[in-house]
Structures are given as C-alpha cells and as structure tokens.
C-alpha cells in the first residue's frame, strides 16, 4: 500500500493568518452606530447569515491549506538526468609554489584550496590539469571528487617532467579535454601565483576560439619571497643570484576579466572558494538523459481544487470574491530582483546601493558601486583585492583611513609600509589599541621573515662552503690516486730495469769465464817460455777471480730484490683483484633484493605513478619551444 504523506508540510503555517482573519471579521461584524436599532437590523444581514458565511470561507481556507501542503499518496519513475557543463580545474605546479610568503607554502595551500573546492561542484563534470614547464592531463571529465582530491594531494614541482611556468598550456589543455568530450563550452578554474604577459596573450587567444569562462584564483604576495627547493637550498639564477617570486595579479585579474569569470585572490578563510562556486556560470543547470530512472511522489493536491470551487460558490455576492483576493494579494506581494533594482535605482543614491551590497556581502558590486573612496576601500578589501584598497585609501591623513591601509598594506605583504602607516596612526591617537595590537603582529612577523631569510642566507653560504669542500677533496683525491699511479709505474720500471741489469750480469759473467777460460790456457802455453812473468800473471790471475767472485754476489743480490718488488707488485694486483670480485659478488647477492624493494616502494608512492603517467603523455607530444620562466 503506497504511504500517505505531505511533501510540503511546512503550508499549514497558513492556518494561523486565516485564523486571525476569521476572527478579525467577526469582531468587525459587531460594531455600534448612531443609528436607531431598528434601522440597523432593517439594513444589515442577520447574524445567523455571517457566520455561515464565515464558516464557508473557513472551509475553503482549510481546503486550500491542505491542497498547497501537497498530499501525496503516489509514485512515479522518471529518467535520471545529468548536468551536461564541464569544468576544468587547472593547477600551477612550477617551482615558484615552493614560496613561503602565505604559511606553510603556496604549494600547500594550493592544495588545500582545491580540495575544498572539489566536493562543492556536485553539478556537472570536473577534470584536472598540472602545468609547469608543459601541461598534463591528470583526469579527465568525472564526476569522482574524491579521486580527483587524491591526485591533488600526491601533486608537486618534483615530479614534473618539464620545469618551468606555461599557464597558457595548461588552459589550451583544459579545452582540448572539454573538446575531446564532445562539449563547446564550459568553465576553467585557474589555481595560479602568477601570469606574464605572453602567458596572457596566449591565454585571451585561446578563449577567444569558443564559448570558454576563465575564473583565477591568485596565490602569492606582491613582496613574495625565495624558492626554498625540496632539498632545502634556494632557487638562484644563472648569475647566482637567489630568485623572489613576486605575484603580479594585475595580470591574474585581466585574464579573469577577458575569460568572463571571477577574479578572486587566496583568503585565509574559505570566502574565496565560496565567491568562486557562487558566481560560478553552472547556475543555471541544464541537463541531458541517462538511461536510469528514479522514483518521485506526485503531488495529489490538485485532486482538492473542485471542493474549494464548492466552497467558493455562496460567497459569489458583490464585493467578497474581489475583497478576499485583494487581501491576498496584499499579503503574498514581494517584488523580485530586478523589481527591487529598478525602485533602488530611482529612490537611493549609488552609496546606498553599495552599502546594501556590502550587508548582504556581494563586496565586488558593492566596490563598483560605492562612489566615496573609503567605502569602496572597505568593500575591495572584504573582497581580497588589497591593491585596489591601497590606491583608494593613500592620500587620506584620518586616523580610520591610516588604520585602514596599515591593514590593507600587511594583507598584501607589504609590511614595512603597514608598520609605517601604523606609526602614523599611533602619533595621533597614541591610546589607540587596535593600532598598537597589530603594530606588534606585523613586527613580529617582519622579524620572522628576516630571520628565514638569515637562515636561509646561511643555509646557501654552508651549501656553497660544502660544495668547495667536496671540490678540494675531490682534487686531493685525484692528485693522490695520481701520486699512486706515479709510483705503482715506478715499480714497474725499476722491475724491469732490475730484470734487464740481471740478464745483462748474466751475460757479462760468461764473457769473463769465457775470458778466464782462455787466459789459463795462454798461461799454460807460455809459462814454459815466460817463466820469469808467472808471478805476475799468478798475482792477476787472484785479482781476476776475486772479481769474478764479488761481480756474482752483486747479481744474486740485484736479481733478489727485483723478485722481491715482483711478488710486492703482484701481492697489490691480487689485492686489488679479490676486493673487486668481493665487491662485485656482494653487489650480485644485495643488488636483486634491493631492486625489489626499489619497485615496490616506488608502486607504494602515488606520486610516482603520477610522474609515469605525465612522462607517457610527454613522450607522444612535442616538448614547448620555450618553458617560460626558467631562471
């Protein structure tokens, strides 16, 4: 049996007005006159006439009540339809997010903004795109938020394939993914620190092809502050200088402009997100069939009508319909938007206007509106749009409009001109506590960024002292490993030196036995005939053999040390060898292991599968001609 209920049940609050009403009449029906009695019943209904009447529009006011409380007591199917709009969400990933001129890091709120704006598109379909040097398509259209939030989260300059800054690649792939789709037109969400301009030029040509919205949300302080890399050291250019990325949102603005979208600058709070999803171009829904159905109650009170046609019926007299719908009238009147506009227009001026818009918290139109600079200030800086706070507020020399740009200045990280517009303030009014309050924050946080940057200072002075470390020790090395090769070839040379004074000992001992040999033979032909000269040729005989005795001696000893300096040699090479095949079987046990773990570590990391998926996208297309900044 299908269930009985009221969709609407919230109508019979109108009970009561018409329970007001009924009495109201009755009270008004009892009334005294100056005229005699008798007259007065001659010339007014009889009572028993009234409340009949009354009790009939009782009836048809309840009858009504419950025809607009929508009794339902049926079912129907109907198709499931789908928003047919697309949008795009667009992610800067170049190295200039390392800065940390917004806590913890424009990196880090990056992602923590984009998160935040995902589960809110619940119409339509959302893609992702991460830019540096080239663009990537990281999803295409779905309608998982939670996926896409993943992915933003496993995102940094890091695994980029290409560094550098080309957000006009990065929108150019955004619509190439809506027209893959099959769409014509749809929104793209810009998450960016800056935009030069060629970037901008690029950017108005592209938009300019189709029925595209660009909508910028700028990260980033126009003081800015170094690229502190994932290392730990500085971003510098090739003059060795440390780079300061600086957010230029004057451009970041004029896209937004040109793509028909919403400007909006990093808030603390979620303001931001919200000024974005609320003047976002899918207000307006249009929808396209999917192939599943739904159930809905059907609203059965027109099924009451007839009855309240009956009702109606005696109160036909002249006057009462007309009176009864005048009244209704009277009470359900409210002028809509544009109505509203038009009667604002023609009895306010443009102040109140503006501050009608500022109450209900549209602070862009009511910054177009406000004609007074201090109102228009004030709504610029609700909004986020410091600069234009800024331009409208110098010149003025009252305590408010100081305090005002003092608070505009260190939103915008400017902050020794916040300190000096604080110190101004304080000179004429020197009791004034908001003043003195955020004196000391801005100080304080002046002083941490002097401090950072000491620290960082002194981080790259330790990096460059340890790279001129490592240098010397590097040419100490090499002058060493030189030294051992000079004297490794040394001994070689003298191993051969002694080898060939061995061989040479050799010969020159058999040329003398040679010698010696025929020397006695000599001797013995002539001693006979010389016998007068054989003490002679005996005493040279001794001295000869004597030689002949030490000049063996010597070469034994040559021959000695040469082996010696051999084996020493071959000791060192047999050294060498059993280290290297130590090492080398240690790396043939320890390398397949530690490649296992290497690629499951790596399956583990979600960003390392982003980076694959980007390099395969990289290598089926052309690399950019130029990667924008590169410092």
Known sequence: ??????????????????????????????????????????????????????????????????????????????????????????LDMSRSVYANDIKPSRLAQIKYKAQDLLPLLDQGQTGLVAYAGDAYTLSPLTTDSTTLSNLVQNLSPKIMPIQGARADLGVKQAISIMKQAGLNQGEILLFSDDLDTQELEQIKAQLSEGNWTLSVLAFGTGAGAPIQLSDGSLLTTSNGKTVIAKTQLSNLRSAAREGNGQ?????????????????????????????????????????????????????????????????????????????ASVLDSAFSNANQRGYASFKEKDYERASQEFQDAKWRAAAQYESGDYEGAINNLQGHSDTESLYNLGNAYAQNGELDQAIASYNKVLQQEPENADAKYNLDIVQQQQQQQQQQQQQQQQQQQQQQQQQQQQQQQDSESTSKQDQQDGKQQSKNDKSNKDKSDSSQSKQSEQSEQSEQSEQSEQSQNNQQSQSSQSDVSDTEDKSAQVKTQEQPQKNQQAQAESTANERESDEDTQDENQQRSASLSQQQEVDPDIRKLEQVESVRDPSYLLRAQMLLQAKDKTAPSSTGKDW
């Not at 499931?80 to 949008?87: G, L």
């Not at 999803?277 to 059965?300: M, R, W, Y």
């Not at 109606?312 to 009864?324: H, M, N, Q, T, Y």
């Open 263 to 339: 400007f909006e600058r990093y808030r603390h709070d979620n303001q931001d997100i919200a000024n974005l999803v609320s003047e976002s171009s899918f207000d307006a829904v249009n929808t396209k069939v999917k192939g599943d159905e739904l159930e809905t109650k059907i609203n059965n009170g027109f099924w009451l009508l007839p009855f309240a046609l009956l009702c109606a019926l005696p109160l036909f007299r002249k006057g009462v319909i007309f009176s009864l719908v005048a009244m209704m009238f009277s009470f359900g009147f409210v002028p809509n938007h544009a109505q």
């Open 1 to 90: 049996m299908p269930s009985f209920e009221f969709l609407y049940p919230e109508a019979f609050i109108l009970l009561i007005p018409l329970a007001v009403i009924i009495v109201w009449l009755r009270s008004s029906s009892t009334h005294s006159s100056m005229i005699a009695s008798h007259l007065v019943a001659a010339m007014i209904d009889k009572p028993a006439n009234n409340r009949r009447h009354y009790g009939w529009v009782a009836l048809l006011g309840v009858i009504i009540t419950i025809s607009l409380a929508g009794p339902s007591f049926e079912k129907q199917a109907i198709p499931v339809s789908q928003s047919e709009h697309a949008r795009v969400l667009v």
